[in-house]
């Protein structure tokens, strides 16, 4: 399997409910990063990672928790979410974040929040 | 000032024509630009980069970078209406940031 993977591709959660986003690449990079893309507005960055370290935290609220154990794996925890979060959360991984390679995005997890 | 500026359209092109999307940015050191293009539901798809001043051609695509104007674009030759999609400019000095995307709707 090559690319960047992630499942689920749909979640509809309630705004009690816990669940986790999980992104995994096959590219060899160093880098991952998660997005959110609301309708009709640019895409978000929330949070970047290079070499397993958080690098950027784009003033994300804390309900979103992210985790990357490695370089091929990255996830998002989601708990006690508002339904203005409902989008599409992206994930993208690059070489690294200082090389200025271009990121490849998987296919997103389109999130509702009931 | 945005960091990266396109116009949202939609901008509406003929079967066969050229297409021109537009994209300025704001910092004068920016490195690297990129044109993805995302299809309704579906994730950014990268389809080209361009580091140097000048046209960068791959199909029927051309990268045009000036940037002593701050200025990248991407001509589409022979427009398709499976080219119909928003267009995403990214530019990156330490971080790529992306425009807010251009709407390409190409008519039969």
């Known amino acids: 399997e090559t690319g960047v993977t992630q499942t689920p591709r749909h979640l509809v959660m309630g705004m009690t409910n816990k669940k986790s986003l999980k992104c995994e690449q096959h590219?060899?990079?160093?880098?991952m990063y998660w997005y959110k893309q609301s309708a009709k507005k640019p895409l978000e960055l929330m949070f970047v990672?290079?070499?397993?370290?958080?690098?950027e935290n784009n003033s994300v609220p804390s309900r979103f928790s992210p985790e990357c154990p490695n370089s091929s794996h990255l996830f998002l925890h989601l708990h006690t979410l508002q339904p203005e979060d409902s989008a599409l959360y992206l994930c993208?991984?690059?070489?690294?974040?200082?090389?200025?390679?271009?990121?490849?995005f998987g296919d997103g997890t389109r999130l509702s929040i009931l | 000032q945005k960091e990266v500026e396109q116009n949202s359209g939609p901008l509406s092109v003929p079967e066969g024509a050229i297409a021109s999307l537009n994209c300025t940015y704001s910092?004068?050191?920016?490195?690297?630009f990129f044109w993805y293009r995302q299809y309704s539901g579906k994730s950014p798809e990268l389809i080209m980069f361009?580091?140097?001043?000048g046209d960068k051609e791959d199909g029927r695509f051309t990268a045009q970078l000036n940037k002593a104007s701050q200025y990248v674009s991407l001509l589409i030759r022979d427009s398709q209406p499976s080219d119909s999609a928003t267009y995403l400019c990214?530019?990156?000095?330490?971080?790529?940031?992306f425009g807010q995307g251009t709407e390409l709707s190409v008519k039969p």
């Open positions: 590219l060899g990079h160093n880098a």
């Open positions: 361009i580091y140097s001043n």
């Open positions: 910092d004068r050191g920016s490195q690297s």
């Open positions: 990672y290079n070499f397993k370290e958080q690098t």
């Open positions: 993208a991984s690059s070489l690294d974040t200082f090389s200025n390679q271009p990121q490849h």
């Open positions: 990214a530019v990156t000095r330490r971080k790529l940031i």
